[in-house]
């Protein structure tokens, strides 16, 4: 059975740093585009940042500057590095593995930026 399993969050204060990481298991992680998403209360599910098999990677625009994702292969986990973090940042981030005919989500691990 597939899963997914992110860790990481926490609370952090504005201009913080946290480090997401998902680790993957009973699929063949290179063959994926592996995802962040995040949901903050009352709103939709929103693309964060993503990371094809071979390592290209895309951003949302609220994002770029300050988040990166990374993958390791060898390891099937993702990590999203997420620097100086802001107030709208707060939300639960959940971790996506896409390949075509195949879609799997994390159980999402909360991110709550405030002083």
């Known amino acids: 059975q597939v899963q997914l399993v992110e860790s990481g969050g926490g609370l952090v204060q504005p201009g913080g740093s946290l480090r997401l990481s998902c680790a993957a298991s009973?699929?063949?992680?290179?063959?994926?585009?592996m995802g962040w998403y995040r949901q903050a209360p009352g709103k939709q599910r929103d693309f964060v940042a993503a990371?094809?098999?071979?390592?290209?990677?895309n951003y949302a625009d609220s994002v770029k500057g300050r988040f990166t994702i990374s993958r390791d292969n060898a390891k099937n986990t993702v990590y999203l590095q997420m620097n100086s973090l802001k107030p709208e940042d707060t939300a639960v981030y959940y971790c996506n593995a896409f390949s075509p005919g195949q879609h799997y989500w994390g159980q999402g691990t909360q991110v709550t930026v405030s002083s």
């Open positions: 009973e699929i063949i992680f290179s063959n994926y585009r």
């Open positions: 990371s094809t098999g071979v390592g290209s990677t």
